[in-house]
């Protein structure tokens, strides 16, 4: 049932090792939420990526539901990095419109890209070394026995 490796944490569990997992020279961060409820997390670092697998279990009050992980990492993720209550607002809508459409949510935080001149670091874009926040898409199918009824789709 669960893929090697793969760690089982409950809700508040997943939030927790999401937002331990963020170091300082982090760039990306995206909570891959696949068919079935497991939700791979990818910490993107110059030196490498970390890529691990989790199944959210039944937490004290039995909520095992994979997306109310999935937000409340979100939500914590906004605590650590500056992200703005805005951004994180915005990312939650977009991943429960994906949810209601019938695919596969994505948030996705990146710094923005600049480039290391012998003059100084340089922005390709405005905002050089500020935090983006937006949800992606997957194909594939969302539901699981798992969610709970807030994120139950009709």
Request: one cysteine or more.
């Amino acid at each position: 049932m669960f893929g090697r490796g793969t760690r089982k944490v409950t809700v508040r569990g997943f939030a927790d090792a999401v937002t331990r997992g963020i170091r300082p020279d982090m760039t990306h961060l995206y909570l891959m939420y696949q068919v079935g409820g497991t939700v791979i997390v990818k910490w993107e670092e110059p030196r490498g990526d970390r890529r691990k697998p989790f199944r959210i279990v039944p937490d004290e009050d039995g909520n095992a539901c994979p997306h109310c992980a999935v937000l409340l990492a979100v939500s914590k993720i906004g605590d650590v990095l500056p992200l703005g209550d805005e951004r994180v607002e915005r990312v939650r809508r977009e991943y429960l419109s994906v949810l209601d459409q019938g695919m596969l949510p994505c948030p996705a935080i990146g710094r923005s890209p600049s480039l290391d001149t012998p003059f100084g670091t340089m922005p390709l874009i405005i905002g050089v070394g500020r935090w983006m926040a937006e949800c992606h898409v997957g194909h594939g199918d969302p539901v699981t026995a798992a969610d709970c009824a807030r994120h139950q789709r009709a």
